[in-house]
């Protein structure tokens, strides 16, 4: 069935720097693919939809300079944390939506946990 | 505006025991979809049910089950006689048909089974 991968599973950055996470799908192409942040002991918090070619969609609240999405690709997905700071630890997912005959079937990837010391 | 409501922040039960998680959800759409995820403490989300709005048929899949209700627009989980592994926050979320695939999720249920 179809995957959605998500690299790298674990990481720890200093305050101030930047760091990356790719969202892939595996077997099938992604127009759109989403991104979450989870806090601990709290719920996924959309923060953003990546559409393929073009400018990310944020959501209220969510600092479009900060986490910056690149869709460069039908199926690959990049958040960027820029400038981190230790509230930016989290743990972010992403998702991806393949059509699969009439129904739009949701698949996540594998989360990455964030550490920002 | 959408929303999921799960009121039950934690759960603990002794092994064997039934156990009910709790989903309210509210939307203005017509046609929308509900889903349950289990998230183990290693944090993938596990995919366990996906229910349209069109059918309101309760579905059990070996130990677990799931109410739909739309009348009183819920979508509740019961585990038959839980197990250890069951051990996971639960969570509900809603998608409108008319999305390509955001999903709103609820505040996520802890449920702890004891042996």
């Known amino acids: 069935g179809a995957v959605v991968s998500q690299h790298p599973s674990r990481v720890i950055c200093k305050s101030g720097t930047s760091v990356k996470i790719e969202c892939r799908s595996l077997d099938f192409q992604a127009t759109t693919m989403f991104w979450y942040r989870q806090f601990p002991k709290q719920s996924l918090m959309l923060m953003a939809t990546s559409n393929e070619g073009s400018k990310a969609t944020y959501e209220q609240g969510v600092e479009k300079d900060k986490f910056l999405i690149n869709h460069a690709s039908l199926t690959l997905s990049t958040l960027t944390v820029t400038s981190a700071h230790p509230e930016d630890s989290s743990f972010y997912i992403c998702?991806?939506?393949?059509?699969?005959?009439?129904?739009?079937?949701?698949?996540f990837g594998e989360g990455s946990w964030l550490t920002v010391v | 505006a959408q929303k999921v409501t799960q009121a039950q922040t934690e759960i603990s039960v002794v092994e064997k025991e039934d156990v009910t998680l709790d989903c309210v959800y509210e939307t203005r759409d017509t046609t929308y979809y509900l889903f349950w995820y289990k998230q183990p403490p290693s944090g993938e989300l596990v995919f366990l049910i996906r229910?349209?709005?069109?059918?309101?048929q309760n579905e059990i899949s070996g130990r677990y089950s799931w109410n739909f209700q739309k009348s009183t627009s819920s979508f509740n989980f019961t585990i038959t006689a839980s197990q250890v592994v069951d051990s996971a926050v639960y969570f509900c979320a809603l998608i409108a048909s008319s999305n390509t695939g955001k999903l709103i999720f609820g505040q996520g249920t802890t449920l702890q089974v004891k042996p």
């Open positions: 229910r349209n709005s069109f059918d309101e």
């Open positions: 998702s991806a939506s393949h059509r699969e005959g009439t129904l739009n079937t949701i698949y």
